[in-house]
Every structure is written in C-alpha cells, then in structure tokens.
C-alpha cells in the first residue's frame, strides 16, 4: 500500500518561500495523479496543485498561480510544492495525495484520490 509523507512546513514571513516535500515509500509516483491540498482553520479542504501520471499535466489553483510551483525528482519518488512570495493566508495545513483512478489527467477535487499523507503545516507570519 502506499505511503505518503510530507515535510518542509514551517513558520515564514509574508513573501517568504519553502518547498515542501510529499516523500512515496518507495514506491514510484509514475502510477498516480499526485495532488496537493491544504486546510486553514474552519474552512474545507482545498486543491492547491496537481500533476498527471506522466507530468504532462500541471494545474494550479487560481490563488496559487505564479507563485506555486509543482514538480517531481527524476527517481520520481517524491514530489515538490514550491511556494513562493508567500501570503498569510497560505497558511494551513498542505496534505499530498495520490489517485490510481486518474489516467492522463489530474484535477483537484479531492475524490479521486485515495492515498493521503499526514500533513505539514505552513504558517505564513509576521
């Protein structure tokens, strides 16, 4: 079964930036749509990012886009949220997640996905 873990969260100043890491147990992540999502506070889980089986398709929510970047190593073992000129209200907890249903595309809407990490969790203040 596949594991999932995220790190790279922390405490950053407005504008700031990190990276966080969704690690696969060992497993590689050519076989699943990956997609990440945060949760703040009081509110519902929301798509963030996500990319295809093959990378050909990257997405980005409309209030990450520019800032965000998604991608993956070349042992394909763990994928990246690059976050850049970061905002306080990017602060949440940000989950990774992998389908096995989506073929050729990702989306986030959470359902199709079936394996979810821990979390990690980004707090954006001065």
């Known amino acids: 079964q596949l594991q999932l873990v995220e790190s790279g969260g922390g405490l950053v100043q407005p504008g700031g930036s990190l990276r966080l890491s969704c690690a696969a147990s060992?497993?590689?992540?050519?076989?699943?749509?990956i997609g990440w999502f945060r949760q703040a506070p009081g509110k519902e889980r929301e798509g963030v990012s996500c990319i295809s089986r093959s990378g050909g398709a990257r997405n980005y929510a409309d209030s990450v886009k520019g800032r965000f970047t998604i991608s993956r190593d070349n042992a394909k073992t763990t994928l990246y949220l690059q976050m850049n000129s970061l905002k306080p209200e990017d602060t949440a907890v940000y989950y990774c997640?992998?389908?096995?249903?989506?073929?050729?595309?990702?989306?986030?809407?959470?359902?199709?996905?079936?394996?979810w990490g821990q979390g990690t969790q980004v707090t954006v203040s001065s």
């Open positions: 060992g497993l590689s992540l050519d076989y699943y749509a």
């Open positions: 997640a992998a389908s096995t249903t989506l073929h050729g595309l990702c989306v986030m809407n959470r359902l199709p996905y079936n394996y």
